[in-house]
């Protein structure tokens, strides 16, 4: 790998800059990729942008910049894109700094602006290696996701239109999963968690096999049924539904055809049910009815005590003395009989008698 250090002016970067669907984000005479696969969407708020212009007006010095060489010696950024953009919006016309647009300056003032000289250190190298880079000199300002940094090393075609579905502002699958996702799409998140559902967890994996796909139709048509085989089995949404694992949750019952209006009326049972801890795991249990999903409400400090006094310390399995840290809380009537988390129906048995009464 080769480092140089350049100087380039603010004229020479603004030169020829784009934003638009067809030809991406481009500046430096046509020359640079501001906005490679593996980059995120313009983040900056309209402060971090305004201290951005500040230091050029100033003549302060901004932090150096890292622009990778290509074949076919053009450059994409690896570092300074949202510098790059904050700059090259301002002298497009994009956003006024103080109240006044590039096109409000004094030509002295524009001058000096279109003269300022940012460093960039030019990166030659494999296409493997950009990753690396961006990794140890990402140090500064927004940090990489996990998934920002898979695009980069899968990046291709799939990549390219698995973005325009899911990693937008606006994108399509915010515009019919955003009530059932975290994150938010610019981040990565949506697209992050879609892979993981079809992929079983093997994100990498599924990005490596798709990386030269033409497409990411398969995809998007997959989220699209898992959010409408959620619609359609959970008609009624409430917030509790927000962030479920919902691919997990189709993958394995997307075959059956469960009664939504049973489901219905069992979902706000439990909803009520104070002993429930876990609401979003009632989406889990109606289906398959393992307890683990709940997180069913434990005894406290006083009712554990308060049963273990009662009971002289004896275990009601074996009838053995133990002290209480060597006993766990038991329901007396299980949860799933209608037994509540209450002192009249906790009994303290040994631990290895619970665990045995537990794995029944």
Known sequence: MQIKLKEITVRELTNGYQDNEENGVVGFGGKL????PYQREFIYKDK?????????????????????????????VIDGQQRTISISQFVDGDFAFQNRYFHNLQKDEQDKILNYKLMVYLCSGADSEKLEWFKTINIAGEKLTDQELRNAVYAGSWVSDAKRYFSK??????????????????????????IDWT???????????????????????????????????????????????????YNEFKDINPDSKKLEKEIAKLMQDQDVTNKKGIY???????????????????QKREAYEKQKGICKK??????????????????????KTTAE????????????KSGK
């Open 199 to 249: 992929s079983n967890s093997s994100i990498e994996k599924y990005m490596a096999e798709h990386q030269n796909n033409p497409n990411a139709n398969e995809l998007w048509l997959y989220f699209q049924s898992v959010i409408n085989w959620v619609k359609a089995v959970f008609p009624n949404y409430r917030n509790e539904m927000k962030g479920i694992e919902w691919g997990f949750i």
């Open 318 to 339: 074996c009838r053995k003395h133990f002290k209480i840290e060597e006993m766990e809380a038991d329901h007396i009537t299980p949860w799933h009989e209608g037994g």
């Open 284 to 302: 889990w249990y109606v289906l398959n009815h393992k307890e683990k999903h709940l997180n069913i409400r434990a005894f406290d400090v006083n």
């Open 48 to 76: 971090q942008r305004d201290a951005v212009i500040d230091t050029v007006t100033k003549n302060f010095p901004l932090n150096v910049m890292y622009w990778a060489v290509r074949e076919d010696g053009n450059f994409e």
């Open 33 to 36: 990729d501001i906005r490679p």
């Open 345 to 356: 129906n906790c009994q303290m048995l040994c631990k290895e008698d619970n665990r045995r």
């Open 169 to 194: 502002n606006g994108c399509p699958a915010y515009n019919i999963g955003s009530d059932y996702l975290n994150g938010t799409p610019i981040r990565q998140d949506y697209l992050e968690t879609v």
